[in-house]
């Protein structure tokens, strides 16, 4: 079983930059695909991103291409979502999940508001 506990959202003015962190328990983190999620107000969620278990291989949705960076960290069992150039259409409630590659993911925290101001 993992645990995941997002931190780090907050409000910011538009072109700032945050850094989300989420942190797992459990002994099995390295070997978890980690992604990021968002949900903004009646809207789907949608995928942000994602990093393989390595580290070696990251992935974006086009939409934050460019602006967000996913890195993680598996000696300290969390992953980072850096954002930066950030946009009022940022604005959500974000969500790191892990799961066992090539099968979905099965782990998801409580999620994060992230505000970016005009």
């Known amino acids: 079983q993992v645990q995941l506990v997002e931190s780090g959202g907050g409000l910011v003015q538009a072109g700032g930059s945050l850094r989300l962190s989420c942190a797992a328990s459990?002994?099995?983190?390295?070997?978890?695909?980690m992604g990021w999620f968002r949900q903004a107000p009646e809207k789907e969620r949608e995928f942000v991103a994602r990093i393989s278990s390595s580290g070696g291989s990251t992935y974006y949705a086009d939409s934050v291409k460019g602006r967000f960076t996913i890195s993680r960290d598996n000696a300290k069992k969390t992953v980072y979502l850096q954002m930066n150039s950030l946009k009022p259409e940022d604005t959500a409630v974000y969500y790191c999940a892990g799961g066992v590659p090539g099968k979905g993911y099965d782990y998801w925290g409580q999620g994060t508001q992230v505000t970016v101001s005009s």
């Open positions: 459990g002994r099995t983190f390295s070997s978890y695909v």
